[in-house]
């Protein structure tokens, strides 16, 4: 039986570096070779000699560099010895949301999720610190991020050191900001599926930047637009130089097989279509016949056929069609001459006929999406108080959404401030019915509000607020605008609706590090007969091994009681974990049966133990045994 510890890089989060080897490897066989410790190693020689004269090592090359470049590579590809410990009691309809709120350093995070959602978000919609000198960039600390971010955060010390701001007097202003951003976009760029989409607002402090770094990340080639939101109404007096009115938001495909969705057409469009013939086609509005596009055979004369005036089409102009076809769309009364019957001849435009939605556009104004006023009203709306300063529009992120997500697709946000990426994706899933999913990271950062000590309380808030909003909203009214009255009938058409969210907590892992002197060995020893830490639940253990096994944490987990001990199993039985203690062959035989009874899908399934948890040794081998029999190999502890 295969024993895990907190060194064993199958508890680690996915090894990049290993996953990189393997990659190259699997391309070119003959560049692998082993190091002085027997460890697989790439012959840099061998794949500079494979690629001939594409290797640039000019000095003088085209690319982008900052100072901690390099280091910030190696950043992400780290893997990360923590873990997330889910905290139900914050959470809310924990069994049975697909929502999470994960509260913790995005780096992290990111790196704990790489195994279990590896290509699986469809969307990520991030709004990260603009870097206007006020907000905080916090720092990363190579050697040991897990200690240095429960101590940032006061979780362990004293009270933890104070987040420090960027100032723009700092010499190194801008290289802060493209290390802290460098590894976490690479990172989340594995988790987009291919077809997948990336959505980042900024303003012009570090647009400049963020593009050429997103040029790099996920290619020139998958850029798709430099949106430019229309965010202000009002220019502020005090401004010297000019009025900054807009954001940026910054949009990559992952590659080339996402399809952006056209968006849905707006009331204001459809009302231009005014007109009814009554010939059953229903509404239309006039259009233009000619186009600009001359073509000689598209110049002829239209002949009015009630008053037998003739139009030609303006100057630097032709028809839109021939002749042949002109003469049947007047014959079926396709072409309008204005009310009086005596105008110049216009196309009759019916609704039914257009596209069935609108080509998303570069510019988005602040009637259509929000701008900053209607944003804080928005938060307004749920808290007296807002206790968070900058929330984006929910009409921004909708409409992001809009382009780039179908009904039950996975949203990931991780600089996820006040929350309004899930009240965006639970808006708008009750307004079309959708089944999209969310998953919010945010920072523990401490603010001065008594009732929210950390931004990640008050994002937490603010979705259980907007969730019961967008229920307790009529039908008739958009779910993206603020409750203007209460529902008048209890909203049963939101059955449905996940309003709910899981909630998880970046921690050290649970499992004890293996990293005893052999000076204290005979003290330390008997605290390794388990190998789980004293203060760690088995839900917290649980979760642990979910994540190691690459597994989605919102997946339903089912509860067995086995010869009085408690076997849980997850996914239908595709992987089953039992922490108890003394555990005997009845248990494991229960297990065995499970087997038969869930018939996992790939019918692998996958057995983790307590390492301490057996009776004794005697029960140990023999489960190996008993297990192997029933068709189980893989068997764990931990
Ligand atoms: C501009 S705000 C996002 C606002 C959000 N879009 C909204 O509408 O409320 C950026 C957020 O990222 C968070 N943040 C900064 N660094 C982070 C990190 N390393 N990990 C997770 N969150 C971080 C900050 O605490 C801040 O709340």
Redesign the pocket.
């Known amino acids: 039986m295969h024993k895990l510890t907190a060194h064993d890089a199958e508890t680690q989060s996915l090894d990049l570096v290993a996953d990189n080897i393997a990659k190259l490897t699997a391309l070119f066989p003959e560049i692998l070779t082993e190091g002085a410790d027997g460890g697989k190693r790439v012959d840099f020689e061998a794949l500079r000699e494979l690629l001939g004269t594409a290797v640039e090592d000019k000095e003088e090359r085209y690319n982008f560099t900052w100072h901690g470049k390099a280091q910030a590579r190696r950043l992400a590809q780290t893997p990360s010895t923590g873990t997330l410990r889910p905290c139900p009691a914050e959470s809310k309809h924990w069994d049975s949301t697909q929502n999470l709120f994960i509260e913790?350093?995005?780096?992290e995070?990111l790196k704990l999720l790489q195994k279990s959602y590896h290509q699986r978000v469809k969307m990520i919609y991030?709004?990260?610190?603009?870097n206007t000198g006020k907000?905080?960039?916090?720092p990363d600390n190579y050697r040991d991020n897990i200690a240095n971010y429960l101590e940032l955060t006061g979780q362990t010390g004293e009270d933890g050191r104070k987040l420090a701001a960027n100032p723009e007097t700092s010499g190194r202003y801008h290289t802060h900001w493209l290390n802290?951003m460098y590894p976490?976009l690479k990172l989340a760029r594995n988790l987009l599926r291919d077809d997948g989409v990336i959505f980042i607002?900024i303003d012009d402090t570090e647009v400049a930047n963020l593009r050429k770094l997103c040029d790099e990340i996920f290619g020139e080639e998958n850029f798709l637009s430099n949106v430019i939101w229309h965010k202000k109404y009002a220019a502020s007096n005090d401004v010297k130089g000019i009025a900054p009115m807009h954001d940026h938001i910054l949009v990559y495909q992952k590659s080339g097989s996402f399809e952006r969705n056209l968006l849905p057409r707006t009331e204001k469009q459809d009302s231009l279509y005014k007109y009814d013939s009554n010939d059953g086609k229903g509404l239309w509005r006039p259009d233009n016949l000619s186009v600009k596009t001359v073509s000689e055979s598209y110049l002829y004369p239209i002949i009015n056929p009630k008053t037998g005036k003739t139009y030609m089409p303006p100057a630097g102009r032709c028809w839109l069609t021939s002749s042949e076809n002109m003469q049947n769309w007047i014959n079926e009364s396709r072409v309008f001459f204005g009310q009086s019957g005596d105008g110049a001849p216009q196309l009759k435009r019916y609704l039914s006929e257009v596209q069935q939605g609108i080509v998303p556009q570069s510019y988005w104004s602040y009637d259509e999406v929000g701008h900053t006023d209607s944003?804080r009203k928005e938060l307004k709306a749920l808290f007296n108080d807002p206790p968070?300063d900058?929330?984006?529009s929910t009409g921004v992120i909708i409409r992001s959404i809009q382009i780039g997500c179908v009904k039950d697709d996975l949203i990931l946000?991780?600089?996820?401030?006040?929350?309004?990426?899930a009240h965006a994706v639970m808006a708008l899933n009750a307004e079309d019915g959708g089944n999209r999913k969310f998953i919010m990271?945010?920072?523990p950062?401490p603010t001065d509000k008594p009732d929210y000590p950390t931004?990640a309380d008050i994002?937490k808030e603010?979705i259980r607020r907007a969730g019961d909003a967008i229920i307790a909203k009529p039908a008739s009214q958009p779910a993206s605008q603020p409750a203007s009255q209460p529902a008048s009938q209890p909203a049963s058409h939101y059955t449905s609706l996940d309003i709910g969210f899981k909630v998880f907590k970046l921690d050290s892992t649970n499992i004890k590090p293996w990293d005893v002197g052999f000076d204290d060995l005979e003290t330390s020893l008997p605290l390794f007969t388990d190998s789980l830490k004293d203060d760690r639940s088995n839900d917290d253990v649980l979760y642990e091994i979910l994540l190691k096994y690459g597994l989605d944490l919102s997946l339903p987990i089912t509860t067995h009681t086995l010869a009085s001990k408690t076997v849980y199993s997850i996914g239908m039985g595709a992987l089953i974990v039992c922490l108890d203690k003394a555990i005997t062959l009845d248990t494991v035989e229960g297990i065995a049966k499970l087997k038969d009874e869930l018939q996992p899908e790939d019918s692998l399934m996958r057995v983790v133990f307590r390492d301490s948890g057996f009776a004794d040794d005697v029960v140990k081998v023999n489960a190996v045994q008993i297990l192997k029999q029933a068709g189980i190999e893989d068997v764990r502890s931990v």
């Open positions: 913790g350093d995005n780096l995070v991030i709004d990260p610190p603009y907000d905080f960039i916090y802290m976490r607002s944003s968070f900058n929330p984006k946000d991780f600089f996820s401030g006040s929350g309004t990426t990271v945010q920072l950062e931004i994002g603010r």
